[in-house]
Each structure stands twice: as C-alpha cells, then as structure tokens.
C-alpha cells in the first residue's frame, strides 16, 4: 500500500491548481507535481467541502466521528472492567489481589492502561508482578547498596574505598568503581570530603558527529541526506522554508514552509521526507549544520522514532553542508530574487513549484549524466529490482 502524501504537500498543490495560469490544465498541474488527475482532483473537491464551497463531510467532522467512537468503545471497555471487578471481588475465596483480574481482562482485550485508569492502579508494579521478578542483578545491586548504607550510617567519615572494603567484610565483594557509583548516586560522601554540588546548569540538546566530513556522495537513494533552513523576505514578513536533499539523486525528498524558524519546521520537514520516500529509510544519516531546530529534542526524537542517523558539521563552517547551501543559493537565483513577493502565499505557491516542476522534472543535471533527479531515481528503481 503506497504511502499517503503529507498534508502540507497536498495543500501546496491544491494552492498551485487553485491559481494556475490561464491555458495551465489540472492534468498538467499534476503531472508537474508527480500526482495523477483524479487524486488532484479528489483533493480540489476535498478542499471545496473543507471551505464550503460544496456540501460533504468536512476533516474535522469526520475526526470528530471517530473521536466519538473511539470515546464510546472505551466507555464500554471502562463499564465492563467495573462490572469483572464488581464480580471478582465478591468472591470470598480469592485474594484481594487485582493483578490478576487485569491479565484476565487483557486476555480478553481491554487494554491494561484501561483497566489500570479505572481500578486506580499503577502499571510499573503490574508489569513487575507480571514478570514475576526483581532480576538477579537488582538485588544484588540493592544488597550491596544496603551494606554501603549500613558502614556509611556507621562511619560517616569513611570515604568510598573504606565503604567497600566494610561491605566485603559483609560479605558483598564489589570493586571500588561500583562503591563509587552507588554512593554517588545517594549522595554518600565522607563528611571530611569536599561537599558535592550540582552546577544547576542543565545539558544541551544532543549534538551529533559529522559522519559526512564533506563527502557529499551516495551510491543509493536513502543513504544520505542533507538539510537546513532558509529564509526569505515578504511584504507580510519572512517566511522560512526547511528542505531535505537526498544526495544520490539531489531530489528534494521533503520541505516544511512556515512563517516562524521553530523545531516543528524541522520535524515537519523530516516526517514529511519519510512519508514521500518509497521503501525504508531506516539508517540513513542526515546531516545538517549546528542550528537550534536540528539540535532540539523533538528533531531528535523524530530521527531516532524513523531510525535514522543524525549528523552535524562544525559551528560556523558553511563549507560542512556545501551540498545543501549550493541548492539554496540556486533557489535564491532563480525565485527568492527574481521580483519582491506581497504575501507569504505567492512566495510559498513559487518555491514548490520550482521544487517540483523545475528543478525535479526540467533542470538536468551534469553529475546525473544530463538527467533530473527524477528520471534519475526512476532509472535505479528500475534497475534494482531487474538486479
């Protein structure tokens, strides 16, 4: 089942349709973005009835649907776990233990978060009980820290080594690094040593090694990407526009617009190359300079959930991402100078149709043997499979 458009790709071309050129067809429009007729004319009608323009079910009323449903079969879930509870409990024979009526209504397919909500009951210890276990190495971990906090209450001046040395005596042999990890850990420290503090500083956001060093050469599509973020003036303000590239091919494989420089534009951007690439991009690394919205928590956690590799090369080297700045300056070139832009809209309408008309399906290029990116990619997709 191929994989559905992102929304903002098909708002854009909507918005490309919607304010063609006199002469300009909708099987053309299509063609330019790599859409078929009907689909583009399935989402024209879809954005009418958004607009109401024509009568139809709107999105938000059909989410509103399914959030009703889905709200109706819980409340049918939550009425069946008080009545299985009602009649457990009633049985005299049995324990006062819950545990088991949630493994029974799990079996039967209520969900344990459910059953929890409505018992009051908290999951960690369900799913320890579960397991039936506190593992060989948690106890022993906690007998030794109970014989370090036995010497230390004894002895507060012993420092670590004296600690460990007291819970071999014991009888719980470990070596001075795990003493030292267990009393820092529960702040355990001589009262002759230096009191321990906290900076009060919190870490940065993860940053990641460069894994490109300026290599910018791939032999298969979804091997290496490169991104980062431009901006552009308009009379409403700036707007700002983060794109994907794939190397192999040099196709902008996703793009996020949006007034404001924020993480979500990235993240958007990401997931929005993921859901337009065909076949898994798990494992490919994408590299981008030291910004903010690449360095955020959201970015990297979108990297990690589509299991790819970040990268990043050096504050202030422009030459790290060469790959990616030359396609900006060529967007520069041939749409963000070209004229001063009123709106944001005409300005956006103007970027993805170069992206997807121009510089995807028209402007060869001499690295890819005189051919798009597209034709490109379609030749290795081709031949892979006859490979």
């Known amino acids: 089942m191929p994989k559905p458009y992102p929304r903002e790709f098909r708002d854009d071309v909507v918005g490309a349709a919607r304010r063609r050129e006199g002469g300009v067809t909708i099987k053309q429009i299509a063609a330019d973005f790599g859409v078929s007729e009907t689909c583009l004319q399935n989402w024209l009608r879809a954005a009418d009835v958004e607009e109401g323009n024509r009568p139809g079910v709107t999105a938000s009323e059909s989410a509103e649907l399914r959030e009703l449903r889905k709200r109706n079969r819980l409340l049918e879930q939550e009425n069946e776990v008080l009545r299985r509870a009602a009649a457990y409990l009633s049985q005299a024979n049995l324990p006062k233990m819950m545990y088991p009526l949630v ?9 344990v978060t459910v059953t929890c909500r409505v018992l009051k009951l908290a999951r960690a210890p369900y799913y320890r009980w579960l397991k039936e276990a506190v593992t060989t190495a948690d106890r022993i971990a906690a007998e030794r820290a109970n014989a370090l906090f036995d010497a230390h209450r004894e002895d507060p001046e012993f420092g670590y080594r004296f600690l460990a040395d007291e819970a071999e005596a ?20 001589s009262t002759f040593g230096k009191k321990r503090g906290r900076s009060g500083t919190k870490p940065g956001p993860p940053v ?11 032999d298969n599509p979804n091997e290496l990407w490169l991104t980062d973020i431009t901006e552009h003036w308009t009379d409403e303000g700036k707007l700002y526009l983060c794109a994907i590239k794939d190397v192999c091919s040099g196709r902008i494989v996703g793009y ?14 990401l997931n929005n190359a993921v859901a337009r690439r065909p076949g898994p991009v798990a494992g490919c690394i994408v590299h981008s300079d030291r910004g ?12 990690n959930q589509h299991g790819l590799v970040g ?8 030459g790290d ?10 967007l520069q070139r041939n749409v963000l100078d070209r004229h001063r832009w009123a709106t944001r809209e005409q300005l956006r309408i103007a ?10 399906r028209r402007r060869r290029q001499a690295r890819l043997g005189r051919l798009t990116p597209i034709e490109y990619e379609t030749i290795i997709n081709t031949a892979a499979p006859a490979a």
């Open 103 to 111: 493994k029974e209504l799990a079996a039967d397919g209520i969900a």
């Open 208 to 218: 990641h090694d460069d894994l490109v060093e300026r290599d910018f050469t791939a």
């Open 351 to 360: 970027i993805v149709t170069w992206i997807e008309r121009t510089y995807h």
């Open 256 to 269: 996020s617009i949006d007034s404001r420089m924020q993480s979500r534009l990235a993240v958007n951007a």
């Open 170 to 189: 014991a009888g719980q042999t470990m070596s001075s690094r795990t003493a030292w990890r267990i009393c820092c850990a529960n702040g355990w420290w």
């Open 321 to 330: 991402n060469a790959a990616m700045e030359s396609f900006f300056a060529l």
């Open 311 to 318: 990268s990043m090369g050096r504050v202030g080297a422009a």
């Open 292 to 303: 903010s919205q690449f360095r955020s928590r959201k970015f990297v956690a979108a990297l």
